[in-house]
Protein backbone atom coordinates (compact mmCIF):
# COMPACT_ATOMS: atom_id res chain seq x y z
CA UNK A 1 0.00 0.00 0.00
CA UNK A 2 1.18 2.94 -1.12
CA UNK A 3 -0.12 5.96 1.65
CA UNK A 4 -0.50 9.69 0.53
CA UNK A 5 1.00 12.59 2.31
CA UNK A 6 -1.17 13.62 5.01
CA UNK A 7 -1.23 16.93 3.72
CA UNK A 8 -3.43 15.88 0.60
CA UNK A 9 -6.27 15.37 2.72
CA UNK A 10 -7.39 18.88 2.84
CA UNK A 11 -7.11 19.58 -0.65
CA UNK A 12 -10.53 20.22 -1.79
CA UNK A 13 -12.17 21.77 -4.94
CA UNK A 14 -15.83 22.02 -5.15
CA UNK A 15 -16.20 23.40 -8.31
CA UNK A 16 -14.31 20.50 -10.09
CA UNK A 17 -15.17 17.80 -7.60
CA UNK A 18 -18.91 18.39 -8.46
CA UNK A 19 -18.94 16.59 -11.93
CA UNK A 20 -18.60 13.52 -10.23
CA UNK A 21 -22.33 13.70 -9.59
CA UNK A 22 -22.88 15.47 -13.07
CA UNK A 23 -20.93 12.14 -14.67
CA UNK A 24 -23.48 10.19 -12.42
CA UNK A 25 -26.89 12.00 -13.75
CA UNK A 26 -25.11 12.16 -17.44
CA UNK A 27 -24.81 8.02 -17.32
CA UNK A 28 -28.49 8.14 -16.07
CA UNK A 29 -29.65 9.56 -19.18
CA UNK A 30 -30.60 13.57 -17.94
CA UNK A 31 -29.58 16.50 -20.17
CA UNK A 32 -26.87 17.95 -17.99
CA UNK A 33 -27.02 22.45 -18.00
CA UNK A 34 -23.48 23.20 -16.94
CA UNK A 35 -24.00 26.43 -14.73
CA UNK A 36 -20.66 25.54 -12.70
CA UNK A 37 -17.62 26.04 -14.42
CA UNK A 38 -16.29 30.32 -14.89
CA UNK A 39 -15.12 29.06 -18.75
CA UNK A 40 -16.30 31.37 -21.16
CA UNK A 41 -14.89 29.59 -24.05
CA UNK A 42 -17.42 26.78 -23.38
CA UNK A 43 -20.19 29.27 -24.24
CA UNK A 44 -20.90 31.49 -27.00
CA UNK A 45 -17.49 33.63 -26.61
CA UNK A 46 -14.70 34.24 -28.51
CA UNK A 47 -10.80 35.60 -28.02
CA UNK A 48 -10.03 38.20 -29.96
CA UNK A 49 -8.17 37.41 -32.77
CA UNK A 50 -5.42 39.59 -32.78
CA UNK A 51 -4.22 37.82 -29.66
CA UNK A 52 -4.05 34.63 -31.09
CA UNK A 53 -2.19 36.10 -34.21
CA UNK A 54 0.21 37.65 -31.66
CA UNK A 55 0.80 33.74 -30.24
CA UNK A 56 0.95 32.59 -33.77
CA UNK A 57 3.46 35.18 -34.85
CA UNK A 58 5.38 34.30 -31.92
CA UNK A 59 5.41 30.82 -32.59
CA UNK A 60 6.73 31.43 -36.22
CA UNK A 61 9.41 33.49 -34.97
CA UNK A 62 11.14 31.04 -32.81
CA UNK A 63 10.03 31.78 -29.44
CA UNK A 64 9.98 28.77 -28.61
CA UNK A 65 12.53 28.29 -26.05
CA UNK A 66 12.64 29.37 -21.90
CA UNK A 67 11.72 32.57 -20.88
CA UNK A 68 13.08 34.46 -18.41
CA UNK A 69 11.65 33.05 -14.93
CA UNK A 70 10.09 36.23 -14.51
CA UNK A 71 8.54 36.64 -17.73
CA UNK A 72 8.82 37.85 -21.47
CA UNK A 73 10.15 41.37 -21.35
CA UNK A 74 7.30 43.04 -23.56
CA UNK A 75 4.69 41.35 -21.55
CA UNK A 76 6.44 42.54 -18.26
CA UNK A 77 6.48 45.97 -19.93
CA UNK A 78 2.54 46.00 -21.04
CA UNK A 79 1.37 44.45 -17.32
CA UNK A 80 3.50 47.74 -15.83
CA UNK A 81 1.95 50.27 -17.52
CA UNK A 82 -1.86 48.54 -17.21
CA UNK A 83 -0.23 48.69 -13.73
CA UNK A 84 -0.07 52.41 -13.90
CA UNK A 85 -3.15 53.19 -15.83
CA UNK A 86 -5.00 51.48 -12.58
CA UNK A 87 -3.56 53.67 -10.28
CA UNK A 88 -0.26 51.52 -9.18
CA UNK A 89 2.75 53.93 -9.35
CA UNK A 90 5.35 51.77 -8.71
CA UNK A 91 6.16 48.24 -8.15
CA UNK A 92 9.17 46.31 -6.46
CA UNK A 93 8.55 43.36 -8.44
CA UNK A 94 7.00 41.86 -11.54
CA UNK A 95 6.59 38.88 -12.83
CA UNK A 96 4.37 36.41 -15.25
CA UNK A 97 3.16 33.41 -14.40
CA UNK A 98 1.15 30.00 -15.47
CA UNK A 99 -1.89 31.63 -14.81
CA UNK A 100 -2.53 33.45 -11.72
CA UNK A 101 -3.10 30.01 -9.81
CA UNK A 102 0.31 29.51 -10.29
CA UNK A 103 1.20 33.08 -8.91
CA UNK A 104 -0.77 32.19 -5.95
CA UNK A 105 0.52 29.25 -4.99
CA UNK A 106 4.11 30.73 -5.80
CA UNK A 107 3.84 33.69 -3.70
CA UNK A 108 1.63 31.57 -0.24
CA UNK A 109 4.55 29.44 -0.38
CA UNK A 110 7.08 31.46 -0.28
CA UNK A 111 5.41 33.54 2.71
CA UNK A 112 3.67 30.71 5.01
CA UNK A 113 5.13 28.32 7.39
CA UNK A 114 3.26 25.34 8.67
CA UNK A 115 1.28 26.27 11.39
CA UNK A 116 0.94 29.87 10.52
CA UNK A 117 -2.29 31.79 9.97
CA UNK A 118 -3.59 33.51 7.09
CA UNK A 119 -7.30 35.12 6.58
CA UNK A 120 -9.11 34.15 3.65
CA UNK A 121 -13.02 35.35 2.30
CA UNK A 122 -15.94 33.49 3.11
CA UNK A 123 -17.17 32.92 0.44
CA UNK A 124 -14.45 32.87 -1.36
CA UNK A 125 -12.19 31.06 -4.63
CA UNK A 126 -11.65 27.22 -3.05
CA UNK A 127 -8.07 27.40 -4.36
CA UNK A 128 -6.90 29.13 -1.44
CA UNK A 129 -7.65 26.43 1.10
CA UNK A 130 -6.82 24.25 -1.01
CA UNK A 131 -3.05 25.35 -1.42
CA UNK A 132 -3.05 25.81 2.49
CA UNK A 133 -3.93 22.56 2.99
CA UNK A 134 -1.11 21.45 0.82
CA UNK A 135 1.01 24.09 2.94
CA UNK A 136 0.05 22.93 6.62
CA UNK A 137 -0.55 26.42 6.83
CA UNK A 138 -3.93 27.75 9.01
CA UNK A 139 -7.06 28.82 7.51
CA UNK A 140 -8.96 31.62 9.13
CA UNK A 141 -12.18 32.29 7.54
CA UNK A 142 -13.64 36.09 7.64
CA UNK A 143 -17.24 36.50 6.41
CA UNK A 144 -18.30 38.63 3.87
CA UNK A 145 -21.48 40.88 4.87
CA UNK A 146 -24.48 39.32 3.04
CA UNK A 147 -26.46 42.21 3.91
CA UNK A 148 -24.29 44.46 2.89
CA UNK A 149 -23.78 43.66 -0.86
CA UNK A 150 -21.23 41.09 -0.17
CA UNK A 151 -18.48 43.15 1.28
CA UNK A 152 -15.85 41.88 3.64
CA UNK A 153 -16.82 42.06 7.05
CA UNK A 154 -14.18 44.53 8.87
CA UNK A 155 -15.02 43.52 12.27
CA UNK A 156 -15.07 40.64 12.12
CA UNK A 157 -11.27 40.62 10.36
CA UNK A 158 -10.34 42.30 13.07
CA UNK A 159 -11.44 39.81 15.72
CA UNK A 160 -9.59 36.77 13.60
CA UNK A 161 -6.11 37.98 13.93
CA UNK A 162 -3.45 36.66 16.08
CA UNK A 163 -0.23 37.09 16.69
CA UNK A 164 0.09 34.35 14.23
CA UNK A 165 -1.26 35.77 11.66
CA UNK A 166 1.11 36.67 8.40
CA UNK A 167 -1.57 37.88 6.00
CA UNK A 168 -5.21 38.17 4.43
CA UNK A 169 -6.38 37.47 1.20
CA UNK A 170 -8.59 40.26 -1.07
CA UNK A 171 -10.62 38.60 -3.69
CA UNK A 172 -12.11 41.70 -5.65
CA UNK A 173 -13.96 41.56 -7.52
CA UNK A 174 -15.35 38.67 -5.62
CA UNK A 175 -16.02 34.69 -6.62
CA UNK A 176 -18.42 33.16 -5.27
CA UNK A 177 -20.48 36.73 -4.87
CA UNK A 178 -20.01 39.11 -7.86
CA UNK A 179 -19.17 41.60 -5.64
CA UNK A 180 -16.83 44.40 -5.59
CA UNK A 181 -15.74 46.30 -2.70
CA UNK A 182 -15.64 49.89 -1.80
CA UNK A 183 -12.91 52.47 -1.73
CA UNK A 184 -13.69 52.81 2.38
CA UNK A 185 -13.13 49.00 2.83
CA UNK A 186 -10.37 48.83 0.58
CA UNK A 187 -8.79 51.42 2.61
CA UNK A 188 -9.98 49.85 6.56
CA UNK A 189 -7.82 46.66 5.45
CA UNK A 190 -4.85 48.83 3.75
CA UNK A 191 -4.95 49.94 8.10
CA UNK A 192 -5.32 46.67 9.23
CA UNK A 193 -2.95 45.34 6.97
CA UNK A 194 -0.04 48.64 8.44
CA UNK A 195 -1.22 48.37 12.04
CA UNK A 196 -0.74 44.61 12.42
CA UNK A 197 2.44 43.99 9.42
CA UNK A 198 -0.09 41.84 7.59
CA UNK A 199 0.43 41.28 3.62
CA UNK A 200 -2.44 41.47 1.46
CA UNK A 201 -3.02 39.37 -1.30
CA UNK A 202 -5.22 40.75 -3.72
CA UNK A 203 -6.92 38.51 -6.55
CA UNK A 204 -7.81 40.60 -8.71
CA UNK A 205 -8.66 38.38 -11.65
CA UNK A 206 -12.11 39.92 -12.84
CA UNK A 207 -11.20 43.05 -12.26
CA UNK A 208 -12.44 44.36 -16.34
CA UNK A 209 -15.92 42.86 -15.99
CA UNK A 210 -17.71 45.51 -13.82
CA UNK A 211 -20.87 45.19 -14.87
CA UNK A 212 -22.55 48.20 -13.04
CA UNK A 213 -20.88 51.37 -11.74
CA UNK A 214 -17.33 52.46 -11.75
CA UNK A 215 -14.01 50.41 -12.39
CA UNK A 216 -13.17 48.35 -9.48
CA UNK A 217 -10.37 49.54 -7.27
CA UNK A 218 -6.80 48.21 -7.09
CA UNK A 219 -5.97 48.30 -3.29
CA UNK A 220 -2.04 48.96 -3.98
CA UNK A 221 -3.40 52.12 -5.70
CA UNK A 222 -4.34 53.10 -2.34
CA UNK A 223 -1.17 53.08 -0.51
CA UNK A 224 2.35 52.87 -1.44
CA UNK A 225 3.94 51.53 1.81
CA UNK A 226 1.43 48.22 2.60
CA UNK A 227 2.92 45.11 1.92
CA UNK A 228 1.10 43.88 -1.29
CA UNK A 229 1.09 41.62 -3.48
CA UNK A 230 -2.00 42.17 -6.82
CA UNK A 231 -2.74 38.95 -8.91
CA UNK A 232 -4.24 38.83 -12.41
CA UNK A 233 -4.16 37.72 -15.97
CA UNK A 234 -5.65 37.27 -19.10
CA UNK A 235 -8.14 34.51 -18.60
CA UNK A 236 -11.35 35.89 -17.88
CA UNK A 237 -11.63 39.52 -19.23
CA UNK A 238 -9.42 38.29 -22.24
CA UNK A 239 -10.95 34.81 -22.67
CA UNK A 240 -8.70 33.35 -22.64
CA UNK A 241 -8.45 30.38 -19.52
CA UNK A 242 -6.46 28.35 -21.76
CA UNK A 243 -3.54 30.08 -22.00
CA UNK A 244 -2.87 30.10 -18.73
CA UNK A 245 -0.89 33.34 -18.48
CA UNK A 246 -1.24 35.21 -15.09
CA UNK A 247 1.08 38.22 -13.46
CA UNK A 248 1.39 38.91 -10.15
CA UNK A 249 2.94 42.78 -8.73
CA UNK A 250 4.88 43.48 -5.44
CA UNK A 251 4.27 47.13 -3.86
CA UNK A 252 5.36 48.00 -0.50
CA UNK A 253 8.18 49.18 0.86
CA UNK A 254 11.52 47.84 -0.61
CA UNK A 255 13.28 47.31 3.17
CA UNK A 256 10.28 45.16 4.51
CA UNK A 257 9.96 43.13 1.15
CA UNK A 258 13.34 42.65 -0.08
CA UNK A 259 14.05 38.72 1.25
CA UNK A 260 10.46 38.05 0.52
CA UNK A 261 10.89 38.94 -3.28
CA UNK A 262 13.73 37.07 -3.37
CA UNK A 263 11.74 33.46 -1.35
CA UNK A 264 9.55 34.83 -4.34
CA UNK A 265 11.80 34.37 -6.85
CA UNK A 266 13.57 31.06 -6.17
CA UNK A 267 10.30 29.34 -6.43
CA UNK A 268 10.08 31.18 -9.77
CA UNK A 269 13.58 29.73 -10.75
CA UNK A 270 13.24 26.20 -9.66
CA UNK A 271 9.49 26.53 -11.90
CA UNK A 272 11.66 27.48 -14.87
CA UNK A 273 9.23 29.82 -16.36
CA UNK A 274 5.24 30.36 -18.11
CA UNK A 275 5.02 29.28 -21.28
CA UNK A 276 6.84 31.45 -23.73
CA UNK A 277 4.71 31.91 -27.05
CA UNK A 278 1.65 32.47 -25.23
CA UNK A 279 3.22 35.44 -23.06
CA UNK A 280 3.37 37.34 -26.51
CA UNK A 281 -0.47 37.53 -26.16
CA UNK A 282 -0.37 39.94 -23.23
CA UNK A 283 0.88 43.34 -24.86
CA UNK A 284 -1.89 43.14 -27.73
CA UNK A 285 -4.53 42.17 -25.08
CA UNK A 286 -3.48 44.75 -22.61
CA UNK A 287 -2.31 47.67 -25.16
CA UNK A 288 -4.51 46.73 -28.39
CA UNK A 289 -8.58 46.86 -28.96
CA UNK A 290 -10.74 46.25 -26.12
CA UNK A 291 -13.65 46.24 -28.37
CA UNK A 292 -14.72 42.99 -27.06
CA UNK A 293 -15.09 44.17 -23.60
CA UNK A 294 -18.17 45.97 -24.47
CA UNK A 295 -19.95 43.45 -25.82
CA UNK A 296 -18.87 40.66 -23.30
CA UNK A 297 -20.11 43.18 -20.53
CA UNK A 298 -23.69 43.90 -22.57
CA UNK A 299 -23.83 39.66 -23.16
CA UNK A 300 -23.11 39.40 -18.96
CA UNK A 301 -25.67 42.05 -17.98
CA UNK A 302 -28.67 40.83 -20.01
CA UNK A 303 -27.43 37.27 -18.35
CA UNK A 304 -27.09 38.59 -14.74
CA UNK A 305 -30.35 40.15 -14.94
CA UNK A 306 -32.04 36.75 -15.58
CA UNK A 307 -30.18 34.55 -13.33
CA UNK A 308 -31.17 37.85 -10.49
CA UNK A 309 -34.75 37.97 -11.29
CA UNK A 310 -35.20 34.33 -11.85
CA UNK A 311 -33.81 33.47 -8.83
CA UNK A 312 -35.52 35.89 -6.81
CA UNK A 313 -39.06 35.10 -8.10
CA UNK A 314 -38.45 31.11 -7.29
CA UNK A 315 -40.21 30.85 -3.20
CA UNK A 316 -37.08 29.53 -0.89
CA UNK A 317 -34.47 31.38 -2.38
CA UNK A 318 -32.71 35.27 -2.37
CA UNK A 319 -30.20 36.57 -4.00
CA UNK A 320 -28.04 39.41 -3.98
CA UNK A 321 -27.68 41.61 -7.21
CA UNK A 322 -24.32 40.71 -8.62
CA UNK A 323 -22.31 43.70 -9.76
CA UNK A 324 -19.32 42.09 -11.48
CA UNK A 325 -17.98 38.89 -12.66
CA UNK A 326 -20.08 36.57 -13.53
CA UNK A 327 -20.86 34.60 -10.26
CA UNK A 328 -24.50 34.83 -8.37
CA UNK A 329 -24.38 33.32 -4.77
CA UNK A 330 -27.88 32.98 -3.64
CA UNK A 331 -29.32 31.91 -0.33
CA UNK A 332 -30.91 28.80 0.28
CA UNK A 333 -34.01 28.74 2.92
CA UNK A 334 -33.88 25.26 3.64
CA UNK A 335 -33.17 22.68 6.35
CA UNK A 336 -31.21 20.28 3.94
CA UNK A 337 -27.84 20.69 3.89
CA UNK A 338 -26.53 22.34 0.44
CA UNK A 339 -24.33 19.90 -0.74
CA UNK A 340 -27.36 17.39 -0.51
CA UNK A 341 -29.71 20.17 -2.27
CA UNK A 342 -27.17 20.29 -4.97
CA UNK A 343 -26.60 16.49 -5.22
CA UNK A 344 -30.39 16.29 -5.32
CA UNK A 345 -30.71 18.82 -8.28
CA UNK A 346 -28.13 17.69 -10.41
CA UNK A 347 -29.39 13.81 -10.10
CA UNK A 348 -33.22 14.82 -10.81
CA UNK A 349 -32.85 18.16 -12.99
CA UNK A 350 -29.31 17.70 -14.62
CA UNK A 351 -28.61 21.43 -13.35
CA UNK A 352 -25.60 21.37 -12.33
CA UNK A 353 -24.11 24.11 -10.16
CA UNK A 354 -21.67 24.15 -6.74
CA UNK A 355 -22.71 23.85 -3.22
CA UNK A 356 -22.19 27.22 -1.01
CA UNK A 357 -19.89 25.20 1.61
CA UNK A 358 -17.55 24.53 -0.99
CA UNK A 359 -16.68 28.30 -1.14
CA UNK A 360 -17.31 28.81 2.51
CA UNK A 361 -20.22 30.57 4.18
CA UNK A 362 -21.48 32.17 7.68
CA UNK A 363 -22.77 29.22 9.83
CA UNK A 364 -26.25 27.78 10.01
CA UNK A 365 -26.62 29.32 6.27
CA UNK A 366 -27.01 27.75 2.92
CA UNK A 367 -25.87 28.72 -0.32
CA UNK A 368 -25.21 27.80 -3.78
CA UNK A 369 -22.73 29.06 -6.73
CA UNK A 370 -24.46 29.87 -10.02
CA UNK A 371 -22.42 30.92 -13.27
CA UNK A 372 -24.19 32.81 -15.62
CA UNK A 373 -22.06 32.66 -18.63
CA UNK A 374 -24.67 30.63 -20.93
CA UNK A 375 -26.94 32.18 -23.05
CA UNK A 376 -30.09 33.00 -22.42
CA UNK A 377 -32.50 30.18 -23.35
CA UNK A 378 -29.68 27.78 -21.36
CA UNK A 379 -30.68 30.07 -18.03
CA UNK A 380 -34.39 30.22 -18.49
CA UNK A 381 -34.30 26.30 -19.03
CA UNK A 382 -32.12 25.64 -16.19
CA UNK A 383 -34.57 28.03 -14.16
CA UNK A 384 -37.64 26.60 -15.06
CA UNK A 385 -36.04 23.48 -13.85
CA UNK A 386 -34.81 25.17 -10.35
CA UNK A 387 -38.08 26.24 -10.02
CA UNK A 388 -40.31 22.92 -10.37
CA UNK A 389 -38.07 21.21 -8.39
CA UNK A 390 -38.21 23.23 -5.34
CA UNK A 391 -42.24 22.99 -6.13
CA UNK A 392 -42.21 19.66 -6.27
CA UNK A 393 -39.66 19.00 -3.11
CA UNK A 394 -42.13 21.64 -0.70
CA UNK A 395 -38.90 23.75 -0.20
CA UNK A 396 -41.60 26.79 -0.64
CA UNK A 397 -42.11 25.97 2.84
CA UNK A 398 -38.87 25.85 4.03
CA UNK A 399 -37.76 28.31 6.56
CA UNK A 400 -36.96 31.82 6.49
Known sequence: MIHPAERTQKVEYAIR??????????????????????????????TPPH???????????????????????????????AARRKGIKSWLDLFVTSGASEGIELCLTALLNPGDEILTPSPGYPLYTAVLGKLQAQNVPYYLDEENNWEPDIADMKKKISPRTRALVLINPNNPTGSRYSREVLEEIVNLSLKHNLMIFSDEIYDKLVLDGEDSISIASLSDEAPIVTFNGLAKSYLVPGFRIGWAIVTGKQAMMSEYIEAVNKCLRARLCAVTPLQYAVKPALEGPQDHLAEVKAKLRRRRDITHRRLNAIPGISCVKPTAAFYAFPRLHIEQPDEEFVGDLIQETGVVVVHGGGFGQ??????????????????EEAFDRLEKFMTQHGHKHARA
Open 51 to 81: MIEACYKALLDNHTGYANSSGVQEARDAIGN
Open 362 to 379: RPGTRHMRIVFLPQEEIL
Open 17 to 46: DILKKAEQAKAAGKQLLYLNIGDPMVFDYK
